[in-house]
């Protein structure tokens, strides 16, 4: 529970320490002075130590009366009224005396989440409800009988197994799910384990998720520090229109205080590396409902896996598996393979906030959202945990780690360097890259200063080591790392090599992954106007290299036929046995990039991973790169011209979203 935010003051220097498994972690803070009277939270991001061992801090700090209280796993104090099971027959309600869910014991849905006396989905769409489903062979979701599991008076938890049907129509896979609630808690976990014998026959699992469809009481949503909105009413949703030629989930807003606006649930679309929570808030009854993220290691694609996270309809998702964006593939599991992933346990979190009536809005959302990310952390902190007892979960001590120093050696940048990218493990999936595995688990950290890095709690087996991004291009891949339980492997210095054949000539971008820093690539509200206005342009471009500036002259998406055309001069002519290459990189493509240079094809190359990113609104999706030689003699002194154009299945429009460009060649 978290109360109004501090009036600005001077900042006072204060030490946290907080427990990390068998030692504690110390660090300097800053903290707000504020009345004896609230309460607030501060967030701390991951931190790492020059001893190796990363830890995500227990984020929240609560400030009352001078006092520093860390939140804990599962929210509230731990303390309060004994957990109690009843049966209902149909279903099962756990009860702490601060939250309450019914659950459905044939569907595993829970129909009521009540959270001091509230009931959060009450008047949702579809009834308002928490379920599960996935896409394929066709869409359905666990149906199956339920036990009790635990029922003492600090926690319980509910069972509900969901086996194959043994029929082709049906997805060919055992469901587990489970609910937990904790004494004190203010929320409940959530756990699913899929398994696929090796006697079940092939299935396609396609998208994978939990969603919550929650009370429209709920008007405001919170994505991250740039998706924080004031949703529109359920009356304007009902109200909206289609939008010829675009998906049927882009409407336009014909009421409310967005009339005229665009409204499309792939606007809140986010990269699940950088998020720990997402959720809703209520600015009338000032409570607040969250998808908190502990772990990482379950979901698909890496940590620059974009998804939906919450929409309109006043749907809260959990994306476990999912291939938007053509990032992370379906669930596919082959007969005769046998396989189990266990996904969670998440919390499903409630706040309230209890400041002054006349508090602004405002101030209500920002603190149940900073309330929502030191839970976050609290959460992160304590992974693995402790408290889930089950076969298929292991716990810290079943658990490596693996550490280094990640040195980026580029013969054409000498300042490169590994801080900031992101590292980690995944396992060889039959030469699948991180990008496009679902049936395993990852784990990724982001490397820290001077290249220091240490990836925790990893389960045993072997795995690649990659790494990508700090301005470098392409990727760092290490094939033979083994991590066993209860050891560190520190690796020392791992140098990291990015491709080149020749110092650079020009440039065009950032090698980020993503093209979000070229003109219309920034997210806004009215992102599908952008989208429409680029795709009916077609337009060609040209590109004058010591002239343009990428930020403005360079379309964040190449859409349809028309050429572009980049122009740069050369104050001579490389010698004849220089190497030279243009380099593409792409933060997503559905085409066949053709390219000439002065008039003559040098390549063409086509994405292995189409994606339409831009019309679900998202600034990257599946990256791919490729290098084009330049043979001898193409490239002369004064100008020159590479022209960059597409082509498409069966004429079929398509678009290109540029990641990074570079031309590199010897003797100039």
């Given at each position: 529970?978290?109360?109004?935010?501090?009036?600005?003051?001077?900042?006072?220097?204060?030490?946290?320490c907080a427990p990390t498994g068998n030692q504690s972690?110390?660090?300097?803070?800053?903290?707000l002075p504020c009345s004896p009277v609230c309460l607030n939270t501060l967030f701390f991001s991951t931190m790492r130590r020059t001893n190796m061992k990363r830890v995500t801090l227990a984020a929240a700090i609560m400030l009352s009366a001078g006092m520093c209280f860390a939140n804990v796993p599962g929210g509230g104090d731990g303390k309060g009224a004994d957990v109690s099971v009843k049966d209902d027959g149909d279903s099962i309600v756990l009860d702490n005396g601060i939250v309450a869910i019914r659950i459905n014991k044939q569907d595993a849905t829970i129909g009521s989440f009540r959270y001091r006396g509230m009931n959060l989905f009450?008047?949702?769409h579809n009834g308002g409800r928490f379920y599960w489903s996935w896409n394929t062979p066709a869409y359905g979701g666990p149906r199956g009988n339920a036990t009790i599991n635990a029922s003492g008076s600090d926690y319980a938890e509910v069972k509900i197994h969901s086996p194959w049907s043994g029929q082709t129509k049906d997805a060919a896979m055992d469901v587990d799910i489970y609910y937990s609630l904790k004494r004190g808690a203010q929320g409940f976990y959530v756990t699913a384990v899929l398994n696929h014998p090796a006697s079940y026959p092939r299935v396609e699992v396609g998208e994978w998720r939990s969603n919550a469809y929650v009370s429209p009481m709920f008007d405001w949503l919170s994505v991250d520090a740039l998706r924080q909105r004031?949703?529109?009413?359920?009356?304007?949703?009902?109200?909206?229109?289609?939008?010829?030629?675009a998906p049927k989930e882009v409407r336009m807003l014909t009421t409310g205080q967005y009339a005229g606006q665009y409204e499309c649930k792939y606007a809140y679309s986010a990269d699940l590396g950088e998020l720990s929570?997402?959720?809703?808030?209520?600015?009338?009854?000032?409570?607040?409902?969250?998808?908190?993220?502990?772990?990482?290691?379950?979901?698909?694609?890496?940590?620059?896996k974009r998804e939906l996270t919450v929409h309109m309809d006043h749907t809260l998702l959990n994306m476990l598996n999912g291939s938007h964006y053509s990032m992370g593939a379906p669930l596919t599991l082959a007969a005769g393979s046998d396989v189990k992933k266990t996904y969670g346990p998440y919390l499903v979190y409630a706040n309230s906030y209890q400041g002054a009536a006349s508090d602004t809005s405002s101030s209500v959302t920002a603190a149940l959202w900073q309330d929502a990310q030191a839970q976050a952390a609290a959460e992160q902190a304590a992974w693995p945990y402790t408290w889930f007892k089950n076969p298929d979960y292991v716990p810290a001590a079943g658990r490596g780690s693996v550490s280094g120093i990640l040195k980026v050696n580029d013969s054409g940048n000498p300042s490169a360097h590994a801080d900031g990218a992101w590292i980690g493990l995944a396992p060889d999936q039959n030469g699948l890259g991180f990008q496009h595995q679902a049936s395993s688990y990852q784990f990724w950290v982001k490397v820290g200063a001077g290249g220091r890095f240490s990836i925790p709690n990893v389960l045993p087996g072997r795995y690649h080591l990659w790494a990508f991004g700090a301005n470098n291009v392409d990727a760092f891949e290490r094939t033979d790392i083994e991590v066993r339980a209860g050891t560190t492997q520190d690796l020392g210095i791992v140098e990291w090599k990015p491709s080149r054949v020749a110092a650079t000539v020009w440039e065009i971008g950032i090698?980020?992954?993503?093209?979000?820093?070229?003109?219309?690539?920034?997210?806004?509200y009215t992102q599908w106007a952008t989208y429409a206005r680029a795709r009916d342009q077609e337009a060609a471009l040209t590109y004058t290299v010591g002239k343009s500036d990428w930020r403005r002259d360079w379309q964040y998406a190449q859409f349809g036929t028309a050429p572009w055309t980049i122009k740069f001069a050369l104050a001579n002519t490389p010698p004849k046995d220089a190497p030279a290459s243009l380099y593409i990189a792409l933060a997503s493509s559905e085409t066949t990039l053709n390219v000439t240079l002065n008039g003559k094809p040098i390549g063409s190359y086509t994405?292995?991973?189409?994606?339409?990113?831009?019309?679900?609104?998202?600034?990257?999706?599946?990256?791919?790169?490729?290098?084009?030689?330049?043979?001898?003699?193409?490239?002369?002194?004064?100008?020159?011209?590479?022209?960059?154009?597409?082509?498409s299945k069966k004429g079929k429009p398509g678009t290109t979203q540029y990641d990074y460009l570079r031309l590199e060649a010897d003797g100039l």
């Open positions: 529970m978290c109360n109004e935010i501090p009036k600005a003051s001077a900042k006072t220097e204060n030490i946290l972690i110390c660090c300097t803070v800053s903290l009450e008047g949702g004031k949703m529109p009413t359920v009356d304007d949703m009902a109200s909206s229109v289609a939008v010829a030629g929570v997402w959720g809703w808030s209520s600015t009338s009854k000032r409570v607040g409902i969250w998808m908190t993220v502990p772990s990482h290691e379950y979901y698909n694609g890496g940590p620059m090698p980020d992954r993503d093209s979000r820093e070229f003109q219309d690539g920034e997210f806004n994405a292995p991973y189409p994606s339409h990113a831009p019309v679900r609104l998202g600034s990257h999706g599946g990256f791919s790169a490729t290098r084009l030689s330049i043979p001898p003699g193409l490239l002369k002194q004064g100008e020159n011209n590479i022209v960059i154009t597409q082509s």
